[in-house]
């Protein structure tokens, strides 16, 4: 079993900032990669942030040059640094991890932005 907990979320004002961490527990086996996924009301949830298989950050268009994501793999934890928060980032923000043959993700943390 894998347990993703997410925990930052809130509400700011636009342009504003967050930061979302997530722990990772139970029995998963290497490699995995972590990451953020977000889905907003009548959307289907999708992938923001990530790494490549050689731990490159990778992000959305909608995202990129705003958000950052690091992971301290010792304490399997990924974070994701918002800045210059716009009310279009209003969503639930999901943990997750990817393993060979599965994906996890965790209960979400929801993340309003008001203009």
């Known amino acids: 079993q894998v347990q993703l907990v997410e925990s930052g979320g809130g509400s700011v004002q636009s342009g504003g900032s967050l930061r979302l961490s997530c722990a990772a527990s139970?029995?998963?086996?290497?490699?995995?990669?972590m990451g953020w996924d977000r889905q907003t009301p009548g959307q289907r949830r999708g992938q923001i942030a990530t790494?490549?298989?050689?731990?490159?950050?990778t992000y959305a268009d909608s995202v990129k040059g705003r958000f950052t994501i690091t992971a301290d793999s010792a304490k399997n934890m990924v974070f994701l640094q918002m800045y210059d928060l716009k009310p279009d980032d209003t969503a639930v923000y999901y943990c997750?991890?990817?393993?060979?043959?599965?994906?996890?993700w965790g209960r979400g943390t929801q993340v309003t932005v008001s203009s």
């Open positions: 997750t991890m990817a393993t060979i043959g599965a994906k996890y």
């Open positions: 790494f490549t298989s050689d731990g490159v950050p």
């Open positions: 139970g029995s998963f086996s290497s490699p995995v990669i």
